[in-house]
């Protein structure tokens, strides 16, 4: 199973660079076809719906039987809508196969992360999730440096490109992911009768993911506006960029194998992942109202990008403690729906202030870390209730002195 984990995460690194090798000329992409700005956040918006609406569906037949098809079946699929999306100049085209890629994608992002937490013991499952993090942060920046230095010399043919290497990566992962059979317990009733058992969750888990929601919407809008406002306001370079984006992969996965590790030792898990929502806002708002931008953006936003670093596997490793065994897949799917959510809105929204006021919109994104913070308050709050209450079922199944410790 060791080395079956080691394949999975090397899987991260190979996807991470793949997935971003267009994400970085996308802003340009859209300016030089003479596209609407606001349709750079109806792309996004629509991939993301992709994801809300494939991420429980992938994660409940992952569940069912072996991951391994649907995987390489989505890996496909993301090729195909990645080199349709160029292919075409009719907005509605357009936007349909940015929602295929997102449907297709969505079935590798869960059922992976699920892999890994079927295979990670559960007192090292934080550690995984954590080196996972970092290895697809390590891909994202290669994918992006490389990406943005094609998009110097083309746009289009990047994405031809990306869907070809891509197409040979589903062909990999066929060859090599190994499962170690399908649980029995998991194949029992309909697809419907699993739906509905996912949907049964706590008041403290929905407040939880609700909190995931806002603080996605926020990040995502930081992410993929700071891409517009860089290249298209502040009037760097594709190449700028990408090297900007390859720094701040380096930062994220410093803090992945380094920082990480040594927090989750501490079991304060809900204490961090609560204050770094604060941080992030205050963070936020100093950095884009700084009159040297690029020096805020190169010292106190890589301040925010370590405490979103040290945050997700946090979130994941927490949320996982919350699914019966064996239905990994399911509970990372419902998770992904709420990732999604915020990953749709964030720069659905963004998309038409940022044509008012791109300011506004990282003001917009400060607040969003407020209101995730306040909502994580509610569901600690819920959950402590519920431990008084009935602390032998609690759904993080921790021994009662560790959870306490935890929050």
């Known amino acids: 199973m060791k080395k079956a984990l080691i394949i999975t995460l090397s899987y991260y690194f190979i996807q991470g660079l793949i997935h971003n090798l267009g994400h970085v000329i996308t802003p340009r992409y859209v300016d030089v076809m003479g596209i609407p700005s606001f349709m750079f956040g109806f792309f996004f918006s629509a991939m993301s719906?992709?994801?809300l609406v494939g991420a429980p569906i992938w994660g409940i037949l992952g569940d069912s039987r072996s991951k391994k098809p649907f995987i390489v079946l989505g890996l496909l699929g993301y090729s195909l809508g990645q080199v349709l999306f160029v292919s075409t100049t009719n907005l509605?085209?357009?936007?349909?196969?940015?929602?295929?890629?997102g449907f297709s994608v969505s079935a590798s992002v869960t059922l992976f992360l699920a892999h890994i937490i079927t295979l990670a013991p559960k007192e090292e499952r934080t550690k995984y999730l954590s080196i996972s993090a970092a290895l697809i942060a390590?891909?994202?920046?290669?994918?992006?440096?490389i990406g943005g230095y094609l998009g110097t010399f083309f746009l289009q043919e990047v994405f031809y490109i990306q869907g070809f290497i891509n197409a040979i990566y589903a062909l990999f992962v066929l060859v090599t992911m190994r499962e170690f059979g399908v649980f029995e317990t998991t194949?029992?009733?309909t697809f419907f009768s699993h739906l509905k058992a996912a949907t049964k969750m706590d008041t403290s888990l929905i407040a939880f993911?609700?909190?995931?929601?806002l603080a996605?919407?926020?990040?995502?809008i930081l992410t993929k506006y700071l891409d517009v406002y860089f290249t298209i306001d502040l009037g760097y370079s594709t190449n700028d960029l990408g090297v900007f984006v390859f720094i701040t992969g380096l930062v994220g996965i410093f803090t992945n194998?380094?920082?990480?590790?040594?927090?989750?030792?501490?079991k304060k898990d809900f204490l961090f992942m609560k204050w770094i929502q604060v941080i992030s806002a205050v963070i936020v708002f100093i950095v884009f109202r700084s009159q040297a931008i690029l020096l805020a953006l190169y010292t106190g936003y890589m301040a925010y990008i370590v405490l979103k670093s040290i945050y997700q596997p946090l979130e994941q490793n927490y949320i996982s403690l919350n699914a019966e065994d064996n239905r990994y897949s399911t509970i990372m799917g419902v998770r992904q729906t709420f990732f999604a959510l915020g990953m749709i809105i964030g720069p659905l929204i963004a998309g038409f202030i940022y044509d008012y006021q791109p300011r506004l919109v990282f003001d917009i994104s400060a607040g969003l870390f407020v209101l995730a913070f306040l909502l994580m308050v509610l569901s600690q709050n819920a959950l402590k209730e519920k431990e008084l209450k009935t602390p032998e079922t609690s759904p993080q199944h921790l021994d009662p002195i560790e959870y306490k410790a935890s929050l």
Not at 216 to 220: L, P, V
Not at 257 to 266: E, K, Q
């Open 49 to 51: 719906l992709g994801l």
């Open 92 to 101: 509605v085209w357009m936007t349909f196969f940015r929602f295929l890629s």
């Open 138 to 145: 390590l891909g994202t920046t290669f994918g992006y440096r």
């Open 187 to 189: 194949k029992s009733g």
């Open 209 to 213: 993911l609700l909190a995931l929601t």
């Open 216 to 220: 996605t919407m926020s990040a995502t």
């Open 257 to 266: 194998f380094v920082i990480v590790p040594i927090i989750s030792r501490l």
